[in-house]
């Protein structure tokens, strides 16, 4: 199918649901708080068309007002599933007891959601782990990033935070998987040059953000920079094996890919992938550790257990029979400034000798 069909009809189906989200929030609340549908109708069309119409804006015409505009219009989305989380809540309550006042005490409670959600986007935490690896010569330390998503909110600067975080943590390895970018605000070609500060040798696969801004835009931006981007392929590194698989949403893509890979199995496999699928085809070929990210944790909660219906494997260390699997929350935020539930992670992974 045509790619502007794909996205004709993707932005339709958008529109759509989020219209939809919107007119019950707005009419719901509103009625419960007294205030006139004219009005209510009014807001429902403004704050449906007004992500779209600054995404627009900040792709065409960047400047301060416009990121503004994007960073208040996508943290609406945070808000608007905390109002319409609680109303479904009242609904349920209403049918036992109807509280008085309940439309205060919900703006009071979404109120107090944000902030902390904010608060907590502003955040990276630093989470450490240790896993025992065959055949490994000598301890390695790898630190993944992943799900950046530098762009219009998580800009230059919070990059710049991440790499001198990562600089003090000095790894032998930095592995990213994928959605390094937003393609919510225009590249620029030394919008990576702050890698360089890095002492480690630096690792990339694409994330299905990437493939929406197109692989090779952004490819060509890690020229003259530290960053080095594996197109289904291995390279050796520090005494271990790193495979490298570009994202694709295309079924059973990453199963055909691996296939294609030879590993030597008497040395040590990491698997970088994007999204936490293919782990039996990973193990089948002698993947020891798969990296991947792609899930946020949900990123606000209770997104999480929406996330959980898609995938299996969502945040955290798993360990499937003779192979590791770490699913990153998330380096960064994507759509709403906003965590609650999860973390801004940057994660090091102590890759040690099994003595078993």
């Not at 710049?160 to 032998?172: A, G, M, S």
């Not at 390094?180 to 690792?203: G, P, T, W």
Request: aromatic share 12%; proline share 3%.
């Amino acid at each position: 199918m045509n790619v502007k069909i794909q996205f004709i009809i993707f932005f339709l189906i958008f529109i759509l649901i989020y219209i939809s989200l919107n007119s019950y929030v707005f009419l719901r609340l509103g009625g419960l708080l007294g205030i006139q549908k004219n009005f209510l109708y009014l807001l429902i069309l403004l704050f449906t068309f007004s992500l779209p119409f600054a995404m627009y804006i900040e792709r065409v015409f960047p400047n301060i007002l416009s990121r503004i505009f994007y960073t208040v219009a996508a943290l609406w989305m945070g808000i608007l599933l905390f109002i319409l989380c609680l109303l479904l809540l009242y609904e349920i309550i209403r049918l036992f007891y109807a509280p008085p006042y309940a439309g205060m005490i919900i703006v009071i409670m979404v109120s107090i959601l944000s902030i902390i959600s904010i608060i907590n986007a502003t955040r990276i935490v630093v989470k450490e782990i240790k896993i025992p690896i065959k055949n490994l010569e000598k301890n390695i330390t790898i630190v993944q990033l992943s799900d950046i998503h530098v762009g219009t909110i998580m800009n230059s600067g919070f990059l710049k935070k991440i790499i001198k975080e990562v600089d003090q943590l000095n790894p032998d390895i930095v592995m990213i998987t994928g959605d390094m970018i937003d393609a919510s605000a225009r590249l620029h070609k030394d919008m990576f040059s702050v890698f360089n500060q890095l002492k480690a040798e630096v690792y990339f696969v694409t994330g299905n953000h990437e493939i929406y801004e197109g692989a090779d835009n952004v490819y060509v931006l890690f020229n003259n920079t530290k960053i080095r981007a594996l197109k289904n392929e291995v390279v050796n590194s520090n005494g271990i094996q790193v495979i490298g698989i570009e994202f694709s949403e295309s079924d059973g893509y990453l199963e055909k890919e691996l296939e294609k890979i030879k590993i030597d199995k008497t040395k040590p496999a990491v698997l970088m992938y994007h999204s936490p699928q293919g782990v039996e085809t990973a193990k089948k070929i002698g993947i020891n550790l798969q990296l991947s990210g792609h899930t946020h944790f949900g990123q606000i909660f209770p997104f999480n257990f929406l996330v959980n219906m898609f995938f299996k494997y969502i945040n955290g260390l798993y360990k499937l029979g003779d192979m590791f699997l770490y699913v990153s929350p998330g380096t960064g935020t994507w759509g709403p400034y906003m965590r609650l539930g999860s973390n801004n992670e940057i994660t090091v992974l102590k890759l040690i000798k099994d003595r078993v």
